[in-house]
C-alpha cells in the first residue's frame, strides 16, 4: 500500500464509519503525511478468580475498576507500507501505564498476549524477530507510544482480501481492523 493508497483508504473508512469516531489529523508541516485519531475510554480490569480459564471472556469476566484515558492513532508505516496501530493510555491522574499493567486493561482482548514475553518494555513470541507490542516514538507527532509491530500485517489482510475477492481500498482497511480487532478492542 503506496501512502497517496493509505491517505484514501482512512478517508474511505472514516466517511463510511462515523460511529468509530475516527478523524484525520493532517501533520502539522508536511502535507500529505497525516493519520487517523481517536480517544477512547478503556479500564483496568479486575483480578479473576482463575484466570487460567479459557470459557473466560469479557462478557463474562468481573467488571473493571478505574477508567484510563486512550489516545489511538492508525499512522502509515513507510517501512512496511501498511497502517499501524499506535497509542498511548493514561490513568485519571494523566501518568502513562507501564507494560504488564497496560496489558491489563479491557484495550485489549482478554488472552491477546497468551503465550508470550513479556518485558518492561515489549511484549514478544518467543523466538519472534519483532516483537507484537513495544514503544515507539509516534512517527508524524514524535511523541512516546506503544504500537503493534506491523510486519505481518500484508499478509494477513491479503488472505482475507483473497476470500472476499475484492480490491477496493476501504474494503482492504476494513480487513486490517478485522485483523487489529483480534488483538484490540476497536
Known amino acids: 500500500m503506496l ?3 493509505f491517505c484514501a483508504a482512512a ?3 472514516i466517511a463510511a464509519h462515523p460511529t468509530a469516531h475516527w478523524a484525520w489529523q493532517e501533520h502539522p508541516t508536511a502535507p500529505g503525511f497525516g493519520y487517523m485519531v481517536r480517544s477512547a475510554l478503556h479500564a483496568r480490569r479486575a483480578a479473576t478468580e482463575a484466570p487460567e480459564d479459557d470459557n473466560l471472556d469479557d462478557a463474562t469476566a468481573a467488571g473493571p475498576v478505574e477508567t484510563l484515558n486512550c489516545m489511538q492513532y492508525i499512522v502509515y508505516s ?3 507500507q501498511v497502517p499501524a496501530f499506535y497509542f498511548t493510555l493514561h490513568d485519571a491522574s494523566g501518568s502513562p501505564l507501564p507494560l504488564d499493567e497496560l496489558v491489563q486493561t479491557t484495550l ?4 491477546a498476549f ?3 514475553e513479556k518485558t518492561s518494555f515489549a511484549v514478544s513470541l518467543p523466538e519472534s524477530v519483532f516483537p507484537l507490542l513495544s514503544q515507539g516514538d509516534h512517527p508524524s507527532l514524535g511523541t512516546p507510544c506503544w504500537y503493534l509491530h506491523p510486519c505481518q500485517s500484508t499478509a494477513a489482510v491479503d488472505e ?3 476470500e472476499v475477492g475484492e480490491q477496493r481500498l476501504e474494503r482492504w482497511i476494513e480487513a486490517w481492523f478485522m485483523v487489529l480487532g483480534t488483538v484490540v478492542s476497536v
Not at 108 to 111: G, I, L
Request: charged share 25%.
Open 11 to 13: 478517508d474511505a473508512f
Open 78 to 80: 513507510a517501512t512496511f
Open 108 to 111: 485489549f482482548r482478554r488472552f
Open 114 to 116: 497468551a503465550g508470550t
Open 160 to 162: 482475507i482480501m483473497v
Open 3 to 5: 501512502r497517496s493508497e
